[in-house]
Structures are given as structure tokens and as C-alpha cells.
């Protein structure tokens, strides 16, 4: 699945940042040879080679099981490098950290339990309708009412004309990722314009992590221990949260915010070849079609964003 970059990353770094903030920013010279565009686009593939690598954990561990290492592992990693502050946050800060937490939770749980059940290309196309929506209605265009119907489009050749082709319950867990997508989205804007730096994201992090911490002892039991298996867990956190979410850092700070939107309407086609390639499953024509008409969906309502937000001021995003 991918992972949406909080508002908060994308604050330049001040004299007064945390060490490891700091050292994030130097370290673009070292990927300045990628470039911003290479930099999103390495992100993309670590985040749904990642998510393939899950697919096969879960047979040791169940899809809630893969859930829980990742989220543990990223939490940790984020907090041991942001070390967030705990004091002096208003009650108002907390709710809002807690929501975007239960959010990310929800958002992995969903998509996690999708991939078990359906294939890594379709299970993302139908996750990327719930950005999309939000797009599409906070647009307030007609013209978006086009990208909309051919994103739908794309949903029913992806289903063969009914879901015909897909498990419906991992169609619906796909789907109910997509909301939370969305609501994620909201709540990271949230979260940056109250919390510094990456603050409020590790520290939501740490909040999915508790939340699902019964769900996958419940499932898993003690396989949550073994050596190999939290092995995975921990790169499956690193491919899917923490390296991406650096690599988006960095690029960030010399790549507009609609630019990141369009490259980021590739997942679908990275998630496709990433389970094509890591768990040998193949797309057939109107598949590949469908995934084609959504990104290109997905790519209408970023630039006709692009094309809103020309004619206004810029809001600044915290």
C-alpha cells in the first residue's frame, strides 16, 4: 500500500530541528543524483515491494499478524529517530494524534486483509478510489464528474463486469482501505499543523502499533516471536513506512506538491509489477486496462487540482 506523506514532512528544517531531521536534509546531497522525481518513484517501489514481502509472511503470521509487526517495528524506528516531545501538547493535540493513529491502523488492517485475499495490482487500484473521491469532491468541478466516471469505469472492468473475477471480500477490504486512505490524508494535515516536524506522525504510529497489538497476539500468538519472522516484520516496516517516508522527505523539498500527486497516482502500476515480479501474479488484459483507466482517473483530478489552485493563493500546510 502506499504511504501518503504527513503535511509536517514537508516543513523546511529549522535551526532548531532534531538531529536526525537535520541529518535527513543533509543527506539529500547524497540522492540529489535521483532527483525528486527518482527519489517518489524509489519510494513507490519500496513501498509495494514491501507490501509483496507481507503477502508472503502471512502464512507464518495472518494477515493481522503482518499488521502488527509492521506497525510495532515502525513505531519503534520513528520514535527511537524523532523522539517526539510529550509535553506541552493541548488536549485538542492529542485527539487529533489519536484519530490519525486508530486511521493508520484501520488503513493497514484493511488493506493487509485485501492482499490476502486478492492480488497486490487490483487490491491498490481499488484502494487509490478513496484519494481519489476526496480529490473529486473537494474539486467541486464538473469536469471532475468525467474523471470520476472513468475511474468507475476502470472498477467495473477490474471486477469483469461484477466482481466476477475477484474475491468480493477482499474487493471490500480494498475498498474500505481506500476510505481510510482518505481520512488519512485529512488527519496527517492534522497532525503536521500541530505536532513539529515528524512528531505527531511517529507518535500516531505508536498509537496503531497499541491498538493492534491484541488483534495480532490474538491471531498469531507467540509465531509474533519468532526471530525470522519479526526479521520480516521489520523489513516490511523499512520497505513500507520508514525509507519511503524519508525518500518522500527529501523530495519534498524540491518537488511541488501536485507533482508528488500525479507520481503518486503510479502505485497501481508499481503494485502490479511488484506482484507480478515477488508473487508471480499476472494481470490479464482488461486488468491492465482497468489499472491504466484509474491512474489515468486519478492523474485527471490532480491536474485539474493543479489547474483550481492556480487561480487561488496558496493555503500553507503547516
Known sequence: MTTPTPASTSAPVSAH?????????????????????GLVLAGGV????????????????GALGVVTLRLFAAAVILLVVCRPRLRGHSRADWGTVAVFGITMGAMNGLFYEAV??????PAV????????????????RLVNALWAGLA??????LGGGGFGDLDPVGAA?????GSMWAAYIVFSARTGRRFPQADGLALAMAVAALLFLPLGIAESGGKLLNPTTVA??????????VLPYTLELLALRHLPASTFAILMSLEPALAAAAGFLILDQTLSATQAAAIALVIGASMGAVRTQVGRGARLPKTPTG
Open 17 to 37: 530541528a532534531p538531529a536526525p531531521v537535520a541529518e535527513a536534509a543533509s543527506a539529500s546531497s547524497r540522492f540529489g543524483s535521483l532527483g525528486p522525481v
Open 46 to 61: 519500496s513501498v509495494q515491494f514491501g507490501g509483496a514481502l507481507a503477502v508472503t509472511l502471512m502464512p507464518r503470521t
Open 116 to 121: 490476502a485475499r486478492i492480488p497486490l495490482g
Open 125 to 140: 487500484t481499488l484502494e487509490v478510489l478513496g484519494p481519489l473521491a476526496l480529490s473529486v469532491l473537494a474539486s467541486r
Open 152 to 157: 468507475l469505469a476502470g472498477v467495473f472492468l
Open 173 to 177: 477490504f480494498a475498498l474500505g482501505a
Open 232 to 241: 520480516l516484520g521489520s523489513a516490511v516496516a523499512v520497505l513500507s513506512s
